[in-house]
């Protein structure tokens, strides 16, 4: 017998109880089987399936031992149904079991084959690739679960994958996952069970799933229930509790879940947490307390957390029995007390008479049937406790109280459901008391104050339009809270107020509202918040004829948050302020935007902290700044309306801090009012004295006067201001820089003055247009005063004069203004505009337009626009845009001149000067003018040469004429290496000579040397024989083709000036055609000829030197004389050669055109060796006397009519002619060819002409 004990012994020792089976199962389960309690244990050594058609049943209190990593698939049926005293226990085969020690049991048989899952122990699993001990394949039956514990599992408890089972009175508790998983299942059951302590969450609802959950109590997980997207499961009764999140929701989606009548109380982060941004709806649960979830919306609760503006929470349960109910319907005359733990319903708007006293004991709730108001004209002594707090609310409101109206969940209250709270006595007192769910008039509040009243500890809020309005002084206020009302928090009317802590959040305009009086009123705050309000925290509104409240003192407060400014401080005309120890930060505009008419002593910023505001930290008129912190703003401080900035403290001391502003380094400059002093001096920590320019328009008005010290920049982008809107001054502006200290206006990304103040990420580069330029705006300005001041980067560096456009009055400005540079700016670098100005060095560099446009502004006035420009340099001005000019002048109105350009550096330029109307005298004197694309200089002046004069100017290197003019005096120029060195056009006239006869001119290396330009426009006067003394002849290039004049013009050629051209210079298709009389009488020794620039024989070589060029038919387009304005012509001794056609009369652009009689003989004309006809007559009658028609190609003379409507036959008389060599051996053309075309032509008379060896 001992024998045997040892053995056992032994055998105990070598194999535990826990491994010895009954029976071991390793192969798969083919038919019906039962698993006994007379086999219990039974061990699965491998994974083994239960076939299709197959059912393994397995008694109450049978233990199935798993074997490592086995798993139990069921293709058939599995019946486990245990009783509440004989569990089956699915569990690990280990000695020392852990989870994961085996797989899982997976179902996967479409229909039910009749598989039970009850009283049922499942642990240790999920060991396997599958997630969950009891793993659903897609499309597997939902096999219900109920009475089962599923415990230490590596991942989840179960994971349903699609299917859609009940699971009813089970334990999911330890798991590494979920306690009970789906990622597809769309209508899972979980009711009356406990899901607690999993690793990862208690239940996973899945995208757009139905679950019902009820009943159960989820608790001590991360996240109790987590819901995906869309997902909209019905959540009810249950107690979610002491999780770190109760309940999570990724997205809410089209339809929301149901979450009521549930317990969510203790979890430790939240209670409910929308991840999303649409609404969740949580109504009617209880959160832990009576006085609902902790939320900024719901200053009083004290309840699990809730997420901000997304999770709907009004009403909640109670969570304690209703109170008993007593209606107020009566004024109350005598002094009467309420009681605690009692609902007071006011169904009438009830009055406490003067002489009475109503008290309100701690713990009592006063509810308010639809618009009902109470109003207190004795006193009203409510002062609850921290613990017992008084309530004005709603009979709609069951959170409190409970359900004092009766009806259920049929109401719900909501802002404006009753009225307000009327103070009309004084001497009430009112404290830890909560009054929400009123509503106000525009100029009143819920609590609406028409007497002094002592509050504290009170939280006004979730009402329609204003918490608490005040229009007399109150003092003693203190820790008042009004949140979430729809309009403004407070409402100061013109009164005083001084309180000590108290919190405006959430509201729907301003926290607080202060309405300026007429007489000083000051507001006292100290250690107040004003938090996430949708317009300002502070707001003080003033009046032109109110400006008497300010800030007197703010300490130790918080402004953050706000959707507009921290503090919108208008102006206060009197009293000192001080803002010290206060946070300003997360502000969405300004953390403080501040007008006063004080001194900067007066206005004290002190010791506090402004940081991560949308704008500037403070905005202020002139003020101290004293040990402030400036941290993460988009400007640290900023500088409007009266300038002058202290940053120093009475030693001298500069405290202020500022890092990790978005501009580093720079003060914001706001244009409005702008007067006083932009100073030099700025923060010590500051690199240099750079002003950020953070609005643009007008920037102060005629009346104001505007100093910028010496060394100040000031820069701005398109990310700040508009660029294509300008800082306009219309008053006075001192702006007087030095060579060291230059005051600069620039674009932010012009790191070259005042260094690099970008934002850190910002590596742009400076480019034209990057911002709209500074405008002195009419004659507020007449007396500025600007030196060393450079404009860079602008669309319009400088404008001068009216700038907006109208009928203004002219301006003169009364001083020079020295050492101005405009530089790379996308539009002109300097714009004067009805203004006379003298500019003495300036610096016109690198502009898209115009170095300078000057123009005239009112038709009306007879001002006209004018400057005077000395000493400057206006350097590579408009590109190639023959539109613009270094300095251009304007055809508009009255005209526009540069009276004086003198000593001037004018190079590299689209055009160096274009005056287009000038109605005053013009003087270019020393210039050196050079490098232009086109013109050296162009002007079409209306006044004669006396008017214009050009004096030592040296006009070198041009693209086309060196100086293009009107009629002019040319006096000791220096003309070198421009196409054409002088040019002609419109008012002709030229003089060379100086006073006393001598011409002093020279020119050198120009490309058509010894010659005039000559520009076919409105060319009137005398086109003069005489021409500079060191030129061989007077010879004119046609530099321009085209119609040369109109019908009114009369244009004179003097005897012996020669007028050429060529291809290279013109169109050889384009003629030179002039509307106008034309008188050209030459003579025999001094013929006008009009020829091809190769044609050396007249006018001798005046081609480019590199040029060996012969003469050709057809090298330029030839003259026309057209319609009747030039019927009274003269031309005699006029030769045509090398043209198209030389010469033609008449209609020589086609159409339906009146006969032209011409009432002279034209005499000895010579047409020589023309591409087509020598002379071209259509629809004109004239007489030919000696003519000579040599050489051409097609006709000597073609006649032809030009309209068949007007009986008039084109005719010529031809006598004393040759007609010699035309029209080769061409029948089609002759000698004299009259064609047959319209109303006939005939030559009538050809007489004692030699006509020969034409075809």
Not at 76 to 88: P, Q
Not at 293 to 303: E, H
């Amino acid at each position: 017998m001992r024998s045997l004990q040892l053995l056992l012994a032994f055998l105990l020792i070598i194999f535990p109880l826990k491994a010895i089976s009954q029976i071991s199962v390793s192969d798969d389960i083919t038919q019906n089987t039962t698993w006994s309690t007379a086999d219990s244990p039974v061990t699965v050594s491998e994974s083994i399936t239960v076939l299709s058609g197959v059912t393994l049943t397995i008694e109450p209190g049978v233990t199935v031992h798993m074997g490592s990593g086995s798993s139990l698939f069921i293709e058939g049926g599995l019946v486990a149904a245990g009783t509440g005293t004989d569990r089956i226990t699915f569990t690990s085969a280990e000695a020392t079991p852990s989870p994961g020690d085996w797989g899982s049991i997976e179902f996967s048989n479409t229909g039910s084959a009749g598989s039970v899952i009850d009283h049922v122990v499942v642990e240790y699993g999920a060991g396997g690739n599958r997630t969950g001990m009891i793993f659903y394949t897609t499309g597997a039956f939902s096999v219900n679960i109920s009475n089962s514990t599923f415990r230490n599992s590596a991942v989840h408890g179960i994971n349903l994958r699609a299917s859609s089972p009940v699971i009813t009175d089970s334990e999911f508790t330890q798991n590494n996952g979920y306690g009970i998983f789906t990622d597809l299942s769309l209508n899972f059951t979980v009711q009356n069970s406990s899901v607690s302590n999993n690793s990862v969450g208690g239940i996973r609802v899945p995208i757009n799933s139905e679950a019902t959950i009820s009943d159960n109590v989820i608790e001590l997980n991360p996240v109790g229930i987590l819901i995906d997207n869309g997902g909209r499961p019905a959540i009810t009764n249950n107690q979610i509790i002491d999780n770190e999140v109760g309940i999570r929701i990724v997205e809410v989606g089209a339809t929301k879940p149901l979450i009521s009548d549930n317990t969510i109380s203790g979890n430790s982060e939240f209670g409910a947490e929308n991840l999303g941004s649409q609404i969740l709806d949580t109504r009617f649960n209880f959160w832990g307390s009576a006085l609902g979830p902790t939320v900024n919306t719901n200053p009083s609760g004290d309840g699990d957390r809730i997420t901000e503006n997304n999770v709907e929470y009004t009403p909640w349960r109670f969570g304690a029995a209703d109170l008993p109910v007593t209606e107020v319907s009566s004024n109350i005359n005598e002094d009467t007390t309420w009681e605690e733990n009692n609902v007071y319903l006011i169904t009438s708007d009830i009055t406490v008479g003067t002489g009475s006293t109503l008290t309100i004991e701690p713990g009592t709730v006063v509810k308010f049937a639809s618009g009902r108001s109470l109003n207190v004209a004795g006193q009203m002594i409510a002062n609850g406790t921290e613990q017992q707090l008084i309530f004005f609310t709603s009979d709609r409101d069951d959170a409190i109280g409970g359900d004092s109206n009766g009806d259920g969940d049929a109401t719900i209250p909501a802002p404006n459901n009753w009225q307000r709270i009327n103070i009309i006595g004084t001497g009430s007192e009112i404290s830890h008391a909560v009054i929400r769910y009123g509503g106000s008039t525009t100029s009143t509040g819920v609590l609406n104050a028409e007497a002094s009243v002592s509050l504290s500890d009170i939280i006004v809020s979730n009402n329609f339009r204003n918490g608490i309005y005040s229009d007399v002084d109150q003092t003693g206020w203190s820790n008042v809270r009004t949140i979430d009302n729809s309009v403004y928090g407070i409402y100061i009317f013109e009164s005083a107020l001084n309180m000590i802590g108290g919190e405006t959040g959430l509201n729907g305009s301003d926290g607080l509202f202060i309405r300026s009086a007429q007489n000083e009123k000051e507001i006292v705050l100290d250690g107040f918040s004003s938090i996430d309000n949708s317009g300002n925290g502070i707001r003080i509104q003033s009046l032109s004829n109110r400006q008497g409240t300010r800030i007197s003192s703010m300490t130790n407060s918080l402004i953050s948050g706000n959707s507009g400014n921290g503090l919108l401080l208008e102006f206060s005309a009197i009293g000192e302020q001080l803002f010290s120890g206060n946070i300003i930060q997360n502000n969405s505009g300004q953390g403080i935007s501040l007008e006063h008419g004080m001194e900067p002593e007066e206005v004290v910023f002190e010791e506090n902290v402004f940081q991560n505001n949308g704008q500037t930290g403070v905005r202020s008129d002139a003020a101290t700044f004293i040990d402030n912190v400036f941290e993460g703003n988009r400007f640290g401080i900023g500088a409007w309306r009266s300038l002058g900035h202290v940053y120093t403290d009475g030693n001298g001391v500069d405290g202020n801090t500022f890092s990790g502003n978005t501009y580093p380094g720079v003060i914001a400059l706001y244009a409005e009012s702008l007067r006083g002093t932009l100073s030099a001096t700025v923060p010590e920590s500051f690199d240099n004295p750079v002003y950020i320019l953070a609005s643009s328009g007008t920037g102060n008005s005629s009346s104001h006067v505007l100093v910028i010290e010496a060394g100040v920049t000031i820069k701005t982008a398109p990310e700040l201001v508009s660029a294509t809107t300008s800082l306009r001054l219309d008053g006075q502006l001192i702006a007087e820089g030095t060579e060291e200290n230059p005051i600069v206006f620039t674009s932010l990304y012009d790191h070259e003055f005042g260094g690099d103040v970008s934002r850190v990420d910002d590596n742009s580069s400076p480019a034209r247009g990057n911002w709209g330029g500074l405008r002195l705006h009419r004659g507020g300005g007449a007396e500025s005063v600007l030196s060393h001041v450079y404009f860079r980067y602008a669309r319009t560096g400088l404008a001068l004069g009216d700038v907006q456009f109208g009928n203004p009055p002219g301006v003169v400005y009364a001083n020079t203004f020295e050492d101005i540079w405009v530089d790379n700016n996308s539009l002109n670098g300097l714009e004067i505009r009805e203004a006379a100005v003298t500019m003495e060095r300036l610096r016109a560099t690198e502009n898209s337009r115009s170095g300078v446009e000057l123009s005239d502004g009112n038709s009306n006035n007879g001002f006209v626009a004018r400057a005077i420009i000395r000493n400057s340099e206006i350097l590579n001005n408009g590109g190639t845009n023959n539109s613009y000019a270094g300095l251009l002048a304007t055809s508009t109105a009255d005209g526009a001149a540069f009276t004086e350009i003198s000593n001037t550096t004018i190079s590299g330029n689209s055009k160096g000067v274009k005056m287009d109307s000038p109605s005053l005298p013009v003087t270019l004197l020393g210039n050196l003018i050079e490098s232009s694309v086109t013109q050296g200089v162009e002007i079409n002046s209306p006044l004669g040469s006396v008017d214009v004069a050009y004096i030592g100017n040296t006009v070198s290197n041009n693209g086309q004429s060196g100086i293009l003019s009107t009629e002019a005096r040319f006096i000791d120029n220096v003309f070198e290496g421009n196409r054409f060195g002088i040019g002609a056009w419109r008012s002709l006239g030229h003089v060379y000579t100086d006073g006393n006869g001598v011409d002093g001119n020279t020119f050198s290396g120009n490309t058509y040397p010894g010659v005039i330009a000559l520009y076919a426009e409105s060319l009137r006067g005398t086109l003069s024989a005489t021409v500079p003394e060191s030129f061989d002849n007077p010879v004119y290039i046609l530099a321009s083709s085209g119609t040369g004049n109109s019908s009114s013009h009369v244009l004179v050629i003097e005897a012996g000036v020669t007028i050429k051209t060529a291809p290279e210079l013109v169109s050889a298709t384009t003629s030179l055609r002039l509307d106008g009389q034309l008188i050209a009488e030459g003579t025999e020794e001094n013929p006008i000829v009009f020829t091809s620039l190769y044609d050396h024989e007249f006018g001798g070589d005046v081609s480019r030197v590199d040029d060996n060029s012969s003469p050709a038919r057809g090298n330029w387009g030839g003259l026309r004389l057209h319609r009747g304005g030039g019927a009274e012509s003269v031309l005699s001794h006029v030769y045509f050669r090398y043209a198209r056609t030389g010469l033609a009369l008449g209609d020589v652009q086609f159409g339906n055109p009146p006969g032209v009689v011409y009432a002279n003989t034209f005499e000895d004309i010579w047409v020589d060796n023309n591409s087509l006809n020598g002379l071209e007559i259509r629809e004109a009658a004239v007489t030919m006397e000696r003519l000579r028609a040599t050489e051409n190609s097609r006709s000597g003379v073609e006649l032809s009519d030009g309209n068949s409507n007007n009986g008039f036959v084109a005719r010529a008389i031809i006598r004393n002619s040759e007609i010699l060599n035309n029209g080769g051996t061409n029948n089609s053309y002759a000698g004299l060819l009259a064609t047959s075309t319209a109303d006939g032509a005939a030559f009538t008379e050809i007489s004692n002409t030699t006509i020969s060896g034409n075809s």
